[in-house]
């Protein structure tokens, strides 16, 4: 057997090992798709393994996550930082570097966290836009800084994903050529064959999205494979699909081709039949002989040559072109937070304005102080107020336009959003109405598992909404996001608060900032401060400060209402403060005496105001309080109408608030 | 002018009118794409103005929602119930037939409820599925009693939606011959042109899915679109795409061809413009003439007879076939419930299961008691446990069959779902694991807005899931799913709670059901009872039932340790209640008494324990209360060790139970 097909196989033993031993796992791939991924990152991916974040590396993400075995036997054999032999052996336990599906952030080498079918591929693409865009940035003749392609492995079930079908529509727009695509096709899915649900000719399509497509008849025959890899790194024009024919469970003659193949492990007796099938009787689980380690170290050290290399033109470079050398310290450090306390982000004009519009502002004023800063809409940039004024659109023709058309994607969006990051350099944000939140949830949920300071600017953000109607009015959406763990929720009330959410989005360093904006004007808050960091604050204070009879809690749009009932509440003598809650997820890690200080525990009078759903809130008012929200779908009417028939009225809040105070 | 050139500027007329009177709405869409709504409602498709609701009427959906003004110009001219001028004057206005986007149950002729783009063409194919699957189902040589289209229009964003694109190429693999799906591709969107995000070759994709695909270049061309219309029901293997090339905003100077015609009222100067490109300027605001109005009442009436002529059809046939006949007033009456009280419906085994195991088994008694139950999974069916045993797969093949491979397309499987329900005849259900309802979000929200009584099938709950790890643990899921109006989400601790959850989502008429079930085996619980059905109950009454010191509420997995901690508590000298609560939304809706009576307001010691977000819980502890949740994603680890790791141990629940009552 020659030392490519011992490598091979060794990244099937192990994988096939490391599942047996946890009795939990997903052999079928890694056995299948050894040979591609093998071909791929030993021949044709740069890739320095003693060190990961190489800027340059060519990106590679497993977006069938199910098979991450395989991608653990692969940074195991070529000595990625951490990924001992005992790591393989706690496949799947608590606390090792080897979950179950890969984890950006826990393990070195995953370039993504990956397991929903669909989102690695789409988040590829957002690293290929990101490359080719920090390409125009900063390359100069000679000087191809940023050079790299990105490679994503995927199954039928990615392919299967709207998600998938979104980004790489996309891609194929965009022209993201150094984006390559390898497509494990092995027929089977967890219910049977493929063709039961998918019968789609996938050539046929991504031909109709603008890729090259190339077919590997043969699985295992990692020639082919490595010429088809170069001829999609030959096409300059387009991004590539290769479409592998493979067997799932390759090896395991009682499982090859079959669906018990996929989420099973091959069990005590299957895995010596696949030892014998592959010539791998005489080695103990989890034991490589040495001549398969030396390959793989040789093959590492001429990736750590090909990193030296580019360090040197990088010294050249910094050297020749040292505004460009601090643009990409820029780029690539921390970003400069002492901008933000620059007066002139924080002034506004005090006339009534939709917090949408004022978001807008807030962006034309952070595009100049971060120039990496990069997003757009998914075809609503005109409503979302997103659009980077002078930064042209991002596209073939202009790779450094800072706006990106997304399309009517929600999802992809989201998931390209989380690649743009991942890829390093970029601070990227995306839009749409806030109601197709739910469009985006899935991809949300990965960018605040990963821990990824992405933005999202979510207008539209109620019954504001007005004429279109309840398919387009929010009203659970604001539970639904802030239930996410590691995401900040801020709905912003004006001005002041909606500089708060951008600055807070601009610090954040590992999650995500939604922002829910209005579409409708909102006033200037007389007490709206910078408190609002805390995520929740005295933005009016009672006439008696010591003995409070009620604390009204509000956000956005309806703080202006609380103040309004607090007024009249006032006038008939009671003692009443007004909070507003921008971000209750930043509220939550505050103190106790500060949390204690904004809702003091003597005061259980307690009414929240919220054109949302209810459930939130509960946390704050108690069983004693009540809550003014939204407990059905909205309706067709002018905004106005709504709000009164929704009872988010000054006389609601009123009469409301004094039924709490009677009790 | 000819009579069909006047019809179709009618709708033209009448919905720019609609737009401005209401100043709010759509003209886009509504002015390109006239002649093609007028030609195929006029002259194609069979429908009876007078009886709506006809079983074999063709069914027609305006996935792109957002020309709704078209859809109730149609259902105007050709003298639908209700849809008067009034209703036309009234357009986006409180309490009227026409809110922004069409309402389906709120305006009669509105097939599905639109507006999220994509989800009406896929809400068509679950009803061109339902329409095969009835006919295998009925017909018999010589009695088509089910033999109609399914038309769906769609635009440019539809089309770029991934959920689209999902439903599409399972339409293709199914070959749905007779869903027909009409393109307004009008090269614009709102953000500019369609080729800045969308270049893709439509056509060629669509044939790549197996489609019949045509073009019609000049989409005012009424004849080209008919003779297209007609070759697409000629093809009686493969679904058909008819790409009509429109103009947006057609016949207003000033708008044509511009994004700006997309969104916004076209002014009144501009629709002045446009009545006199259309000849229109003798007639006022929303006024017809009556020989157009004649022309309309001409064509409904030959759809009247066509109506005449089935229903003769039928009653031959009912007379022929006595048995088919019961067999469809089974199918298309009201399910008789009386079935659940049959005492096997509620027996089971007193051994442990998970409550996916037991949701298996009882699918399994329902099939043969409710035989127009149909569904499936997301490529999770042995997981899931939802295939419905000897009774096939629906298939190209197989058109009875009754279980359903929907491919690993979460969001295109529950917008079909709708879609089978919708159709009539059909209960309909769909699975895959708990922490991809995310994906299944937007579809489940449009469900829950058209009061849509499907049931998902929602298995691995929680971190119970174990190894597979963060992204395949639901955390925040339930809270997402109980804040949707008008959905019930029971999580069921036992075989009686999910036999209780299955009987309501059997018994609903207007509300969707999600079961949310657990991997891992539970216990058959002493003191679960039906009273499950009124969301929570007293599972295991205190010691002291006069005196509760503390009640500990609970939920699916974790009722077990609620029972448990109770015991240690009692030991101790508390008298402590423990309340099952599977449904918190048929809670709410109890009386006050029996909400009082499950929850005294004296016991302020309350603690929750539910292995999610705790957000959905204050509301019943109170500030003085705790709930025992997951306030982060889970992790990969065998589910014990998990379970141990994020407090759900009977030690914990004890401790935070003292921590309570110490207050």
Known sequence: MNINQKAVNALRILSADQIQKANSGHPGLPLGAAPAAYELWANHMNHNPKNPNWSNRDRFILSAGHGSALLYSLLHMFGYEGMTIDELKNFRQFGHLTPGHPEYGHTIGVESTTGPLGAGVSTAVGMAMAESHLASVFNRDGYPVVDHYTFAMTGDGCLMEGVAYEALSLAGTLKLDKLIVMYDSNDITIEGDTSTAFKEDVAARFKAFGFQVQIVEDGNDIESIGKAIENAKADKERPSLIIC?????????????????????LGEE?????????????????EVSSDIYSHYKKIADINADKEARWTEMFERYCNEFPELKEKWNLFHGELDTNKLEDEAFWSYETKAMATRATSGDIINKLKDMYQNLIGGSADLAPSNKTEMKGEGFFSPENRSGRNIHFGVREMAMTAITNGLYLHGGLKPFCA?????SDFMKPMIRLAALMGLPVAYVLTHDSI??????????PVEQLAMLRTIPNLNVFRPADYTETAVAWASAIKSKSTPTALVLTRQNLPQLEGSSREAEKGAYVLSEASNKENIDLIIMAS???????????VELEKEGYSVRVVSVPCMDLFEI????YKEFVLPSYVKSRLAVEAGSTMPWFKYVGLEGDVIGMTSFG???PAGVLFKHFGFTTENVVEKAKNILKK
């Open 245 to 265: 024919r493979t067997q799932i469970g390759y090896g395991c003659p009682a499982k090859v081709g079959k669906a018990s193949a996929h989420g099973e492990p």
């Open 270 to 286: 299957n895995v010596k039949e696949l030892r014998k099938f592959l010539g791998w009787e005489n080695e103990n689980e989890f």
């Open 432 to 436: 749409t109405f806030f109601v197709f």
């Open 464 to 473: 504001g909404v007005g004429e279109d109607g309840p398919t387009h009015e």
């Open 556 to 566: 956005g749009s309806e703080v202006e209402l609380a103040i309004n009932a607090k």
């Open 590 to 593: 505050q103190s106790c005496e």
């Open 635 to 637: 309706a067709s009417a």
